[in-house]
């Protein structure tokens, strides 16, 4: 707290009858708490940032090597560019006069999207989590205004967002791409960004946790999403294009109109936004919300268990992540029939697709693709909820339970129990759902099913073996959880994208992914899932070692 207490003049909670406290006054200690906040952001904010910049540059130099030329692009827009399934997840495709442009519709809204819920999770975490964990309480006891807490979620999300923008146009100009059409690329996320921190700001006035927080601003942007993709796929609903941040950005249009007027749309909504959030902040208690939690019944004997409570604070989560990425390979389940249509043609295609998936029939290679980046996805999940482990351990509420008669071994089993639902949950909701939407299309039930189910099931040792590491960190160096995200990167980088950056095998093996069976590209394999399983065990054992070692409590 040092850090804070030499911070300006003291910040003053008004009497009844005084007057108001002063914007000035009311955020006091803001630098300080923006320096605080980027220190311990330092790993996870450029993570953030590189991750959805890698995989803009990704899609550029795939479009590069597939579409490099004019009549390629001209052939994409007439099969791809046409297509309800990909006029819902990426806009209709009406640039195809450069490699750049056609790149801008590949990465499309999702990418800006992924941008705008980090955004609403950046501002959330900086403030009510730090009120949610207690923290927040002992930093206003300090020389520390009443809004510079807010006002620092939203500073550290807009700069984030910010310089996200800027990056991205920067890139795409070093490529040689014109410079307004970048610059307005650009604008895209840094717009949908700021408007989302508006977003979160204000949800994380309304509710009373963090995770409720989260979740009412990313299905906004979600809804927002959706909405849009309805609009492009019937003209008759353009309207829907006006009524979300996400139709905002789209209207932007980079590489054809460049405009700025839906940007400024965007901002006005961050300041709205803030202004509403201030106003909330002011006139709450500390740790209450818009949205008041409901006290379960004193008699209740639900959460007598380490197991029982784990379920209670995590399932939310794993519901959420389940849904989500169930609900996206739905629809790649439904473009699984059209994989030979939209890029049989193009010997470009086919070849990238077979550095993400393997040598085999077309569809299959874009199925195992796929669920390798859903193998990801679950890898991150279990990154979450160990950080979620170590925030009940830093808000104090771990030492609570272990003071009764739990051990330590059973306080750490039961979330053990709860990560590993999550990791297999993901991977196999998302074949079903594959699966069903495969079905569908194509009659074939017993096949569509068993390929999906079956490439979805070999990914969960490998995404156990990650969450394994990040076990590891919270049992010996809790501090160090937030490298889980800096593992799952580069695990994405050296195993899925490894053969597209043309990396070497030696480097590519250091992913687990790497070492996944290509179902159903290929026969099931035992011997490398039962490794990867013997680690992952291991990994776990090692956790549980330093975890019963080291001090619990603030760590």
């Known amino acids: 707290m040092t850090a804070i207490d030499s911070v300006g003049p003291a910040a003053e909670t008004p009497r009844a009858g005084a007057p108001p406290l002063s914007l000035r ?115 206003r006891a300090a020389r520390v205004g009443s809004l510079a807490p807010l006002a620092t979620g939203i500073l550290v999300a807009s700069g984030m967002s910010v310089l996200t923008g800027a990056l991205m146009a920067a890139m795409y100009v070093a490529q040689g791409a014109d410079g307004a059409s970048s610059l307005a690329f650009g604008l895209q996320f840094a717009a949908l960004g700021l408007a989302a921190t508006g977003i979160g700001a204000v949800c994380a006035q309304v509710a009373t946790s963090s995770r409720t ?24 609903a353009d309207w829907l294009h006006r009524v979300s941040p996400v139709g905002w950005v789209q209207e932007i249009d980079p590489f054809g109109a460049n405009a700025w007027g839906p940007a400024l749309l965007c901002v006005a909504l961050l300041g709205v936004c803030v202004v509403v959030a201030a106003r909330l902040s002011l006139g709450r208690d500390l740790g209450a919300g818009l949205v008041q939690p409901r006290p379960g019944p004193a008699e209740s004997t639900s959460l007598a268990s380490p197991l029982a409570l784990a379920t209670r604070l995590q399932v939310p989560g794993v519901v959420s992540w389940t849904l989500g990425v169930g609900a996206y390979c739905l629809l790649v389940g439904f473009l699984l029939d059209s994989v030979d249509d939209i890029a049989g043609s193009s010997p470009q295609m086919q070849q990238v697709i077979a550095q993400l998936g393997g040598a085999g029939a077309l569809a299959q290679v874009f199925q195992v693709a796929i669920m390798g980046f859903v193998g990801i996805a679950a890898a991150a999940f279990a990154v979450t909820l160990v950080s979620r482990l170590h925030a009940e351990e830093t808000s104090g509420r771990a030492e609570i339970v272990l003071a009764t008669g739990v051990s330590r071994t059973a306080y750490l089993a039961a979330s053990v129990v709860l990560l590993v639902v999550g990791v297999v949950a993901v991977p196999l909701w998302a074949g079903l759902m594959m699966g069903l939407g495969h079905a569908l299309v194509s009659g074939g039930w017993g096949v569509a099913f068993s390929d999906a189910v079956g490439a979805g099931l070999v990914q969960i040792p490998a995404a156990l073996v990650v969450a394994g590491l990040v076990l590891v960190l919270y049992g010996w160096w809790p501090r160090l959880v937030a490298l889980g995200w800096g593992i799952v990167t580069l695990v994405l980088v050296v195993g899925q994208l490894g053969e597209l950056f043309g990396l070497p095998q030696p480097v590519r093996d250091l992913s687990p992914f790497t070492h996944v069976p290509q179902v159903p590209l290929v026969p099931f394999s035992a011997g490398p899932v039962l490794a990867l399983t013997a680690i992952a065990v291991v990994l776990v054992g090692v956790a549980a070692v330093g975890f019963r070692r080291r001090d619990v409590g603030g760590a």
């Not at 605080?36 to 803009?56: E, G």
């Not at 009406?94 to 990465?107: I, L």
């Not at 927080?213 to 008759?236: C, F, K, Q």
């Open 25 to 139: 006054t009311a955020c006091t200690g803001t630098g300080a708490l923006v320096r605080l906040a980027l220190r311990r952001d330092r790993v996870l904010l450029p993570v953030y940032v590189a991750v959805v910049l890698l995989m803009v540059a990704v899609t550029y130099s795939s479009v590069a090597t597939v579409y490099g030329t004019q009549a390629e692009r001209d052939e994409l827009a007439a099969s791809m560019g046409t297509n309800s399934a990909f006029l819902a997840l990426l806009g209709p495709l009406e640039h195809t006069g450069s490699v750049a442009s056609t790149a801008a519709w590949r990465v499309g809204p999702f990418m800006i999207l992924v941008l705008g819920v980090l955004a609403v999770l950046t501002v959330v975490r900086h403030t009510r989590k730090e009120e949610e964990t207690g923290r927040l309480e002992l930093v």
């Open 213 to 236: 927080a989260n979740t009412i601003g990313v299905l906004l942007l979600v809804a927002g999403y959706a909405l849009r993709g309805v609009a492009d796929i019937e003209p008759s």
